[in-house]
């Protein structure tokens, strides 16, 4: 299974100060260390301005390995809708797995199809909560 992660308003409330950056992160980390068969793509803007390396160095060490790429840029200026789908499209299309089960947690339900099954959208407000990774886990398990 191959989880697309969000940032902003995910691992941390959207538009928090630096201080508090990331603090929803131990929560995600915890529930990775259940489900050892989910790898992580960044499907974050933050991708676009940082190496891969820099965005696992935001997770612990036992993490880190299974952050497995980020998604692409899409071509051209105008924002296209449901973009991240798209991205997501294309990262799994370019992937030696493209079949392979995916999720996404999410902030902004416009990035995607409506009603799109496999997106957990969590409170920009807030971030991730346990009962978003319930919903996931929840996903997880439906695709064995």
């Known amino acids: 299974m191959l989880l697309f992660l969000d940032f902003d308003g995910v691992l941390h409330k959207y ?6 950056l990331f603090t929803r992160l131990p ?32 997770f612990s060490a036992g993490i880190r390995s299974r952050i497995v790429g980020v998604t692409p840029k899409l071509a051209g200026d105008s924002p296209e809708r449901f973009s991240r789908e798209a991205e997501v499209a294309m990262w799994l299309r370019q ?11 999410e902030d902004q339900a416009w990035l995607y199809r409506p009603f799109n099954k496999r997106v957990v959208l969590c409170d920009p407000d807030t971030g991730l909560t346990k009962f978003d990774l319930d919903r996931l886990a929840s996903l997880v398990a439906a695709v064995g």
């Open 95 to 105: 992937s030696a797995l493209p079949w392979r089960p995916w999720a996404a947690l």
């Open 27 to 58: 929560l995600l980390e915890a529930w990775l260390q259940l489900h050892p068969g989910v790898d992580v793509v960044v499907s974050s803007t933050w991708r676009l301005t940082r190496s891969l390396d820099e965005l696992r160095s935001h």
């Open 15 to 20: 538009g928090c100060k630096p201080a508090d």
